[in-house]
């Protein structure tokens, strides 16, 4: 799935919920900490792993609503 990020991206906190434009949230689901603003970055989801357009890796989360 590849979709843009509802609004400002911050990076990875460790404990990030993520909603998409879809309206679907996402939830962080290991711990990484990674600073990078930007302003809807585009997303892609594949395997239960999301990648944020400009940042270093993937991270494993799972969908909360």
Known sequence: MRQRLAG???GWDGD?????FDGSRWKQD?????????FM???TIERGKMMVDGMNR???????D
């Open 8 to 10: 400002e991206w911050s």
């Open 16 to 20: 990030t919920v993520v909603e998409l």
């Open 30 to 38: 290991e711990y990484y900490y990674e600073y990078r603003y930007s």
């Open 41 to 43: 970055p585009w997303v």
């Open 58 to 64: 993937a991270v494993r989360v799972h969908r909360i």
